[in-house]
């Protein structure tokens, strides 16, 4: 079992910076990687990012890309996820969650996610 919480969602305005967290807690046998995932209103759960369990792997939508920046300390068990130049339309709740597929292969689908967190929204607006 692994249990996630994420932080660090709130409002802001267009252009700005906002950095989440993502805690785990648990003690499954296997290594897994981290996804974060966003829903919006009305929308199905669309991926953003993915890294593995030593941080050296990285993975991104494509719209994500160059804008959002995902790692990992494992020291504390926390996985983040960097978001610059926010626009209206990053506006979602954002979810963390484990993948043990995630390992071994790049994973987009929420369905390829074994844990997830309760999300986190953020709002950008102006």
């Known amino acids: 079992q692994v249990q996630l919480v994420e932080s660090g969602g709130g409002s802001v305005q267009p252009g700005d910076s906002l950095t989440l967290s993502c805690v785990a807690s648990g003690r499954p046998q296997r290594k897994y990687a981290m996804g974060w995932f966003r829903q919006a209103p009305g929308k199905e759960r669309e991926f953003v990012a993915q890294i593995s369990w030593n941080g050296f792997s990285t993975h991104y939508a494509d719209s994500m890309k160059g804008r959002f920046t995902v790692s990992k300390d494992n020291a504390k068990n926390t996985t983040y996820l960097q978001m610059n130049r926010l626009k209206p339309e990053d506006t979602a709740v954002y979810h963390c969650?484990?993948?043990?597929?995630?390992?071994?292969?790049?994973?987009?689908?929420?369905?390829?996610?074994?844990?997830w967190g309760q999300g986190t929204q953020v709002t950008v607006s102006s």
């Open positions: 969650a484990a993948s043990f597929r995630g390992e071994q292969y790049i994973v987009t689908l929420p369905e390829e996610y074994d844990y």
